[in-house]
């Protein structure tokens, strides 16, 4: 919908109804207009928390009188978020009542309480619907000691859910915190709170996301908190592993990354797969590698291309398998594969190159791709006596 000028009361309760914040949101941001009438203010935010605590779908089939199934689909709501459109009794509208309610009560100065944003934030169960969304940006601008203490008490709640939800704001504020007033406050405080829950935590994907933020801390002791997790039971809590290992690797951390290289899960022997292949292998890693680099998984090819062709591995074994993935049907392998050539100074490069160009879309600036020319310039020499 064009929004030109000051939007009249019409729009903005059928934006309302319609249950997408972006819509929402534009409207808002396009002027005061009668938003800044206090029973107008009243009546967006009634429309709103009758469409949340109905639901959608209830409401459109009270409206409608429609029996019968619904048609629903996920639709993108803004650039990061997502919602369920429905389309029931030749109306539709999205679900995103919940994130309406929340920008709303935010816009009209309206301090929602913590446990209703929170409850808010995951009553669909998805951390990608605009509703989480909404809910962690207010949290995000609600900068005081009593709401961070309110929200983080949360991380104590028995529904993983509610604990995930503040995982994934304490990893937020590891990004944002130096924008905030009192920063260093608030990282004493989550670094207080993580050590204690990280070790605690018993659900895979809060303990996965706890590691997550972990890893972008400056927290003591994660490369031995990894360590005790290579062999936990759920393959998001596996996959945090490997970043959380230093290198170089050592006797000890390398039988690790082995082991994680041969784990069931695509997505932890691709992770490990980028940790080994950078490193000076030993005579019993490198059959691994190999093994990695013809993996059944395009996606473990891919970082292990990737990882090996950086790497400081120079046998006639893994060059060889570099060349064999020049001929493979994903282009990111092939430009790995050429790279690595080139780092290597070997003499195929020129044939290699010829092989990946040209490049798509996605990989025009791809600092591998200016691996040719450098190896022309002859900046890659060295490598042949190394």
């Known amino acids: 919908m064009g929004i030109t000028g000051e939007p009249d ?74 919602v369920t459109e429905i389309t029931l009794g030749g109306r539709t509208v999205r679900d995103g009542h919940g994130g309406i309610l929340t920008l709303l009560e935010w816009t009209f100065r309206i301090l929602t309480p913590v446990e209703e ?50 995982a994934e704001l304490l990893g937020m504020e590891a990004f944002g915190h130096s924008f905030m007033q009192h920063a260093r406050w608030y990282e004493r405080k989550r670094l207080e709170v993580l050590a204690g829950w990280v070790e605690v935590e018993d659900d895979g994907a809060v303990l996965a996301e706890l590691l997550w933020v972990v890893e972008n801390e400056d927290f003591p002791g994660t490369q031995a908190l990894g360590l005790r997790h290579a062999r936990h039971p759920d393959p998001r809590v596996r996959r945090r592993v490997p970043e959380l290992i230093e290198r170089p690797l050592t006797a000890e951390t390398v039988r690790v990354i082995r082991d994680l290289c041969r784990d069931p899960d695509g997505e932890v022997r691709a992770r490990a797969a980028q940790m080994l292949g950078g490193e000076e292998l030993r005579e019993e890693d490198r059959p691994v590698l190999l093994g990695l680099l013809r993996d059944p998984d395009p996606e473990v090819v ?85």
Not at 56 to 65: D, I, M, P, S, V
Not at 149 to 154: G, Y
Not at 321 to 336: F, G, K, M, Q, T
């Open 9 to 82: 009361r019409e729009q903005l309760l059928r934006a309302v109804e319609g249950g997408s914040p972006e819509e929402v949101g534009k409207l808002l941001d396009a002027g005061p207009g009668p938003a800044t009438a206090p029973e107008l203010r009243e009546e967006l935010l009634a429309t709103a928390h009758g469409w949340y605590e109905e639901g959608a779908e209830a409401r459109l089939r009270r409206l409608t009188g429609a029996v019968g199934p619904a048609r629903t689909r996920s639709v993108a709501e803004g650039e990061n978020c997502r």
């Open 302 to 386: 891919r970082w292990a291309a990737s990882a090996t062709a950086r790497g400081y591995d120079r046998s006639p074994e893994i060059t060889g398998a570099l060349v064999e993935l020049l001929d493979s049907a994903d282009p990111d392998v092939r430009l790995s594969a050429a790279y690595g050539l080139a780092l290597r100074d070997d003499p195929r490069t020129e044939e290699a190159y010829g092989k990946v160009e040209p490049l798509g879309p996605e990989l025009e600036g791809d600092h591998r791709s200016e691996g040719l020319w450098r190896w022309r310039a002859g900046m890659y020499t060295q490598a042949r006596s190394e």
């Open 117 to 166: 944003l929170v409850t808010r934030a995951v009553r669909h169960g998805d951390r990608e619907h605009c509703d989480w969304g909404q809910s962690e940006s207010v949290f995000f601008m609600r900068q005081s000691p009593e709401t961070w203490a309110q929200k983080v008490a949360f991380h104590r709640h028995p529904d993983p859910l509610r604990r995930l939800f503040v």
